[in-house]
């Protein structure tokens, strides 16, 4: 298992009940895919070095390719804050910015640098506040690994929300806001 192989081996399952299809087949386009979105009937995926944008009501058709910048390799997670997606790249800690206005028209020229945080992750958002977990791409972790909050998304500001270092991957939100759930690879959490 290679997360950053090119092979174009990646596809995507969709589950309705206990019923499985291959939504996305292993066309070449997807290597290792990794995050998804739904926006508007579409679907964001990251891959290896760019993202895919397929229309849900005909994904047979040929998706949109959101190529990032050289060296941004780990394309990893997404979350939406009204129309602005931020997806992280976990090998740099970059976190970029796209406006997704009109999913179907992307401007790949609006991938925008945001901010950086070691290993940036997994992410979610509610409100105005963006919870990004780190995890150190070379599989040793540091006192920079740990999970942090961006308070204002009109103006962020990186904090860690505590300092026990680990290898944070995913997180998610409690409906109402008013818990954290994260996945540590350190002690298996």
């Known amino acids: 298992f290679n997360p950053l192989n090119t092979e174009g081996k990646g596809y995507i399952l969709e589950f309705t009940d206990t019923v499985s299809r291959v939504l996305i087949p292993a066309d070449g386009t997807l290597s290792a895919p990794k ?10 995926i990251a891959d290896v070095g ?46 970029y910015s796209l ?39 070379d599989g040793v972790t540091t006192p920079d690994n740990a999970i942090y909050c961006i308070e204002n998304i009109s103006a962020p500001v990186a904090t860690k929300l505590f300092d026990r270092p680990g290898q944070y991957d995913g997180l998610a939100l409690s409906a109402d806001g008013g818990r954290l759930y994260f996945t540590n690879w350190v002690d298996s959490e």
């Open 99 to 137: 406006d997704v206005t009109r999913p179907y028209a992307i401007d790949t020229a609006s991938l925008k640098p945001y901010v950086t945080i070691p290993g940036a992750n997994g992410i979610a958002i509610r409100g105005d506040t963006m919870y990004v977990a780190s995890y150190p791409p």
């Open 35 to 44: 995050g998804l979105l739904v926006k508007d009937d579409y679907l964001f």
């Open 50 to 95: 760019k993202m895919a944008v397929y229309n849900l009501a005909a994904p047979n058709e040929k998706p949109k390719i959101v190529p990032f910048p050289e060296g941004e390799l780990f394309v990893n997670d997404m979350a939406l804050h009204g129309n602005t997606l931020y997806v992280t790249v976990t090998n740099t800690g970059s976190i």
